[in-house]
């Protein structure tokens, strides 16, 4: 099996001063909480106080969206969305992973900010487990660790611009 590449190592201040949201869900809370407690800690060891990160619980990965869209038009550099959907005995998983997955990415390519999909969807519980602190390691610090990195990309990309960005959602952050 192949391994996947480690992710770009960040500097113990790439989110010093940097407003985050996270937006998570209830539904298998015990093990969102743990999404989320990998994530904060992430954020925390790239620099990031307390007091400029924001958690909204919403009820299901669902309802994941709409919060990250309002959210969005707040003074946040980034959002990391974190849920988990677990396939059952009906197709009902893909229609809400595909919903949720295409509302976050319509919510970052709107705001012009790092959106990053933390959202699990896995075959099993065991599956998910495992990408909760598990074997698999946890997710949810992965997802902080892309916000960041994106957030000091698009910052780089917006220092060597040298003209005005006309898209939707870019410019004015």
Sequence with gaps: MVKAAAPTTLSATAAAGKKIALVVSRYHEELTKELHKGAVEALKKCGAKVEDLKTVWV???????????????L??????CLGIIIKGETTHDQYIAAEVARGISAVAQGAGIPVSFGVLTTQNLEQAEA???????????????????????????EETNTKELRSVGFGGR
Aim: net charge negative.
């Design 131 to 157: 990408r909760c602190g598990g074997a698999k390691g946890n997710k949810g610090t992965e997802a902080a660790e892309s916000a960041v990195a994106m957030i000091g990309i698009l910052e780089e990309l």
């Design 59 to 73: 009820p299901g990965a669902f309802e994941i969206p709409l919060v990250a869209r309002a959210l969005s038009h």
């Design 75 to 80: 003074e946040y550099d980034a959002i990391i």
